[in-house]
């Protein structure tokens, strides 16, 4: 909710004020089209500004995330998700005070940003690994696939809240929600629970069954660890050693998801930040009608995490289940540059169908792969392993993320269809980076068929 808002205002920071009229006291020249523009965005040069101050934000959360997890394998999740909540709406809210402080004046914004990528990093981490402390196996996929429409469903809150306001007092739109942040991270202070145990709840069960660990000796989701020891044991144990940066990039799966999510990220976040701004310019609509219209990318995104996660539970395969998402991804986004903007109709199913195929790989990867891999069989027993696992991989994917809007600004200036083309070249590489894992899935599959039938035919 927080992030959204610049994608919303960027088109009210430069825009045509050629049909505009001029304030009485205006000195302006009647000949200048951007005089109601917002400086120092207000010259040719914009989309290169904007693109840095996107960047900003995304280098430094990339950057913070491999630091992050390892300190939320140290530290109680609880306090250290709270402090970066509550950081974060005071910087999410300094950034829209740049409007009433009438400031101009490139770092201030830029500063802001990477501060705020900065205390991002305590995010995602942290929630990972505490549902995943609640939540084992079985049907891992489809619950956090539900969960992490949490991440759309902030988009869409950011995109209409941030519309309110886009076209009076644009600070409003982040000010807004970083109150909103601050105020969760109180409530998260308060009544978070990290471990089941705590609340006198049984663990859940993180390993796989014993045939199914055959199955598929290399696949991310045969967990196989003892779950950690219930805290109203009396008998005192001594709690496992935090897992080292180096250890958990050794753990089967976790390069090969690291790298497919940079580019899958690349992609999900230049429609993130570019979208509303390519409805605006291509289809001609105005800003907030552009905001609103770009929410349908994340509705499709709630859609696509949640069948990921159902598809990837049934047919036990998480690579292959991104792999087909990956593969539909790349015609469908060809497609809506194409057509997609003919009508009003075809641009919204489009949309939907689009954020479903490009938010799909990364919400299960980011969710139930990060969550799978962090509870591997190769650990032996050691559970503090989510929260660094999960900031290797997310932090990958921020590389990404942090590249796609700076290529979409450099590239954008000469067409929209190279954009295009650029999304749908690294999709078609994401895809490629899973070949490995998806060949041991189909393996261990064969490897099941045939037992089934063995045990048929006694």
């Avoid at 840095?52 to 306090?79: C, H, K, Q, T, W």
């Avoid at 929630?127 to 992490?148: D, L, S, T």
């Avoid at 809240?161 to 970083?178: D, H, K, R, T, Y």
């Avoid at 990404?400 to 269809?417: C, E, F, K």
């Amino acid at each position: 909710m927080s992030r959204k808002p610049i994608s919303i205002v960027k088109s009210r920071l430069h825009q045509n004020c050629s049909e505009m009229i001029n304030p009485l006291n205006d000195t302006h020249s009647l000949n200048d089209t951007t005089w109601c523009s917002w400086s120092p965005f207000d010259k040719d040069d914009y989309k290169e500004l904007l693109g840095a101050v996107d960047n900003a934000f995304l280098v430094a959360y990339a950057i913070g995330m491999f630091i992050s997890g390892i300190f939320g394998e140290r530290l109680p999740l609880r306090y250290y998700l709270s402090a970066g909540m509550l950081l974060s709406g005071l910087f999410t809210s300094l950034f829209g005070l740049g409007y009433f402080w009438n400031i101009h004046v490139l770092w201030y914004f830029v500063l802001i940003q990477i501060c705020n990528g900065l205390v991002q990093t305590t995010g995602w981490p942290s929630v990972v690994a505490c549902v995943g402390n609640w939540f084992g196996k079985g049907k891992r996929g489809f619950i956090m696939g539900i969960w992490n429409s949490h991440t759309s469903v902030g988009n869409i809150l950011g995109s209409l809240i941030a519309g309110v306001w886009v076209n009076s007092q644009w600070g409003l739109s982040f000010i807004v929600p970083g109150i909103i942040t601050a105020a969760m991270g109180i409530f998260t202070f308060f009544f978070l629970i990290e471990y089941p145990e705590d609340v006198d709840c049984s663990p859940p069960q993180h390993h796989a069954g014993p045939e199914e660990s055959q199955d598929n000796p290399e696949d991310p989701g045969d967990s196989s660890y003892s779950h950690r020891e219930s805290s109203c044991s009396k008998e005192p144990s001594v709690e496992p050693a935090a897992i080292s940066f180096l250890g958990a990039l050794k753990i089967p799966g976790v390069i090969e998801f690291s790298l497919c999510l940079l580019f899958a990220k690349l992609v999900s976040y230049t429609f993130l930040y570019w979208l509303p701004l390519y409805i605006f310019n291509v289809a001609h609509f105005g800003a907030k009608e552009a905001g609103d219209l770009s929410t349908l990318f994340d509705v499709g995104g709630i859609i696509g995490g949640i069948m990921a996660g159902l598809v990837s539970d049934y047919i036990n395969g998480r690579a292959t289940t991104c792999c087909v998402m990956l593969i539909l991804a790349a015609p469908v986004m060809f497609l809506y540059n194409s057509v997609g903007q003919n009508g009003i109709t075809s641009s919204i199913v489009m949309l939907i169908i689009c954020g479903a195929l490009v938010n799909g790989p990364y919400a299960l990867i980011t969710t139930a792969v990060s969550a799978d891999l962090g509870t591997h069989k190769s650990l032996k027993g050691n559970a503090k392993a989510l929260s660094t696992v999960t900031a290797i991989i997310d932090g990958t994917g921020s590389i990404g993320a942090a590249l796609g809007p700076l290529l979409a600004g450099l590239i954008s200036p000469t067409g929209w269809n190279n954009v295009f083309y650029m999304l749908i070249t690294a999709d078609i590489l994401a895809c490629l980076l899973l070949c490995r894992l998806v060949y041991k899935e189909i393996l261990a599959w064969k490897a099941a068929l045939g037992r089934n039938r063995g045990y048929k035919e006694i």
